[in-house]
Antibody, heavy 121, light 110 residues
Framework: QVQLQESGPGLVKPSQTLSLTCTVF??????????WSWIRQPPGKGLEWIGY???????YYNPSLLGRVSISMDTSDNQFFLKLNSVTAADTAVYFC?????????????WGPGALVTVPS | QSALTQPASVSGSPGQSVTISCSGT?????????VSWYQHHPGTAPKLIIY???SRPSGVSNRFSGSKSGNTASLTISGLQAEDEAYYYC??????????FGGGTKLTVL
């Protein structure tokens, strides 16, 4: 059974960099037709796709975050990472890591419990 | 890439059926059979309930069904139960090789 767990600071100052780690248990992130993803939900709002990294290392990002976002992976530790630069209060959200399976039509089949990151205004 | 369009809220009584729509464009919903649906109870992780328009993952009730016509996908929940009260989100793969979510629909079971 695949499990994902987000970790990282819960408070980030404005203009600094938000950094989160997702640790994957029960499956290797370096194999298979999987897209390792970050998704966020601002308070009182809906889900927003941030981006994903493919097991080959290719990355894809939400155009609205281009220039500020970076997703990378470390297959030796079975982790992948989110970095979001120059944060503002609008980046306050619960951040989820998730797996999208190619054979599921890139549906997100496993999710972490989510991590709240607050950027004070 | 704009978010997919969903109604803000729907409601139904126990035992009834409700349908939630998800409107996109020819470059996302209409262009691929890669529409998925998620059930989200606040404070928990979203749960995949439909993938590839109309397929259910193992363990998901057959009261949940999906369909698509043109640029609009739909989720139907039959035999409404109290535990179905939640937020529902659609998602689609797009021609830009990225994913997009709908704005979410709050389902209230009366």
């Amino acid at each position: 059974q695949v499990q994902l767990q987000e970790s990282g600071p819960g408070l980030v100052k404005p203009s600094q960099t938000l950094s989160l780690t997702c640790t994957v248990f029960g499956g290797s992130i370096g194999r298979g037709d999987y897209y390792w993803s970050w998704i966020r939900q601002p308070p009182g709002k809906g889900l927003e796709w941030i981006g994903y990294t493919y097991y080959s290392g290719s990355t894809y990002y939400n155009p609205s975050l281009l220039g500020r976002v970076s997703i990378s992976m470390d297959t030796s530790d079975n982790q992948f990472f989110l970095k979001l630069n120059s944060v503002t209060a609008a980046d306050t959200a619960v951040y989820f890591c998730a797996r999208a399976a190619g054979w599921y039509g890139k549906a997100f089949d496993y999710w972490g419990p989510g991590a709240l990151v607050t950027v004070p205004s | 890439q704009s978010a997919l369009t969903q109604p803000a809220s729907v409601s139904g009584s126990p035992g009834q059926s409700v349908t939630i729509s998800c409107s996109g464009t020819a470059t996302d919903v209409g262009g691929y059979n890669y529409v998925s649906w998620y059930q989200h109870h606040p404070g928990t992780a979203p749960k995949l309930i439909i993938y590839q328009v109309n397929s259910r993952p193992s363990g998901v009730s057959n009261r949940f069904s999906g369909s698509k016509s043109g640029n609009t996908a739909s989720l139907t929940i039959s035999g409404l139960q109290a535990e179905d009260e939640a937020y529902y989100y659609c998602s689609s793969y797009t021609s830009s090789s990225i994913s997009v979510f709908g704005g979410g629909t709050k389902l209230t079971v009366l």
